[in-house]
């Protein structure tokens, strides 16, 4: 063990890391690594925190569920996480009291994560989210405290509720006057992750630190090897899936150059985002998993769909697009659309619960969350919010059951109530946030 230790780094709960060329990748979890020391329990290992948004609200017809564990029936919408059902909580009922009445769209997005009053006009006010929150408190022990991602671009201008549109576009804020700005382009993402710059982007992260990984495989079992290699060749196939999306996006970069304008302006593909969001999603998600079982955030978030979103999705037999289709949510349209978001949720739920880590998973020691701004698009109903709970939070938070808080008091169905429940959990204690000063019952 000793002779490991020197050779390689062990940082926060005592996970290896491989050191490259302007590169840093911790290693998933290796028993051979641990031979000479109990298993940590989960609350020793990394707590992690996720939102994967989709505007208009669902198809509410099919968004149900009952019962509890294995024995939990989920409606047609959420059947995607039937094989999740012991690791999620379905909460119904809760809402964001200053986002009510105060007109549609943008009015119930501004502030879905901190449940502060938002302002109308060229000046936008909102508050810190609660993302933000958790990631100003864990984010010093990662190379990036949070990393806000969509597939989507933001919308700009102004709603004709004299609302701006970037409430709509952005869930995420650092601070009261100042969203956090979306990254839409895989490889930007990627590049950031890694400190992908000038030369080192023609060079695999893999290649920079290959030496290390060499001189680790001669030191585990077999086993672990096996894990390692999965491991490496799980990192290496988004990476090609990345460098596919870079070439498109300079592509997309030098048409633009050539008509004076910039690739965000244009429609896509032209503007070098996938056009099939079914590619774009999955790898935003991949990304997501990676950046999380390789200890670069703890933090992140993806709107797949903004509100107000034109996205189209052709692969799913719907011709009108997204915003379109919400004013007929109740339609079999917009059902499927609904249960592609959920599917999304739980393709990167399922990925994190595949990393292993002691005896437990990656989504054992985080929460993801699942939520849109409105319930009803075609009535623009946001007086509760369609929301699921996935993983444990390193063993703090009870899973497999579903939480019905619609017919509890005004007081007990606040977001934001919720939202301290969570800070505790990942040691951030507040008196209040938003419009709650009590936790959220029997969470």
């Known amino acids: 063990m000793s002779r490991m230790t020197s050779k390689f780094a062990f940082p926060i709960s005592r996970r290896a890391v491989l050191r490259g060329a302007g590169c840093t990748v911790a290693l998933p979890w290796l028993e051979s690594l641990h031979a000479l020391a109990d298993v940590p329990p989960p609350s020793a290992f990394p707590t992690r925190f996720g939102i994967v948004f989709l505007g208009c609200g669902i198809n509410e017809d099919h968004w149900s569920a009952e019962g509890q564990g294995a024995s939990m029936k989920l409606s047609k919408t959420l ?27 943008p009015a119930q997005t501004g502030s879905l994560l901190s449940g502060a009053h938002i302002s109308k006009g060229a000046i936008i006010h909102s508050g810190i989210s609660v993302d933000q929150m958790i990631a100003n408190h864990v984010g010093e022990e990662t190379p990036q405290s949070s990393i806000v991602l969509a597939c989507d671009q933001p919308l700009t201008g102004y709603h004709e509720s004299n609302f701006s549109l970037a409430y709509s576009s952005h869930i995420s804020w650092q601070s009261p006057d100042s969203p956090v700005p979306v990254e839409v382009y895989p490889s930007l993402a990627w590049d950031n992750l890694f400190d992908n710059r000038g030369s080192l982007q023609n060079l695999s992260i893999l290649d920079r630190v290959k030496d290390r990984a060499q001189d680790l495989s001669k030191c585990i079992s077999a086993t672990d090897k096996g894990k390692l290699d999965e491991y490496l060749t799980s990192v290496r196939e988004v990476e090609r899936r990345v460098e596919g999306m870079r070439k498109d996006k300079a592509d997309a970069d030098d048409a633009a150059k050539a008509k004076n304008t910039v690739a965000a302006t244009m429609e896509r593909p032209a503007n070098g985002l996938p056009e099939d969001l079914r590619d774009h999603s999955r790898l935003m998600c991949d990304i997501i998993a990676i950046a999380f079982q390789t200890n670069k955030t703890r933090v992140a978030s993806l709107i797949i769909s903004h509100d107000l979103s034109a ?39 399922s990925k994190l619960d595949t990393m292993k880590e002691g005896n437990g998973t990656v989504l054992d020691n985080t929460c993801l969350m699942f939520l849109s701004n409105m319930w009803i698009g075609r009535t623009h109903d946001n007086f509760r919010l369609p929301l699921v709970l996935a993983g444990g939070l390193g063993g703090t938070l009870q899973t497999g059951r579903t939480l019905n808080y619609l017919n509890d008091s005004g007081d007990n169905r606040k977001m934001c109530s919720l939202y301290l429940s969570l800070m505790d959990r990942y040691g951030v204690k507040l008196e209040q946030f938003g419009d709650s000063q009590t936790r959220l019952e029997r969470l």
């Open 79 to 105: 059947a995607p996480l039937e094989p999740l059902k012991e690791k999620i909580n379905v909460v119904d009922g809760l809402y964001v009291h200053a986002l009510t009445g105060q007109g549609i769209h």
């Open 311 to 349: 996205m189209y999705y052709p692969f799913l037999n719907v011709k009108d697009g997204h915003h379109s289709a919400s004013h007929n949510n109740n339609s079999d349209d917009y059902e499927r659309i609904s249960r592609f978001h959920v599917e999304q949720y739980a393709y990167l739920a």
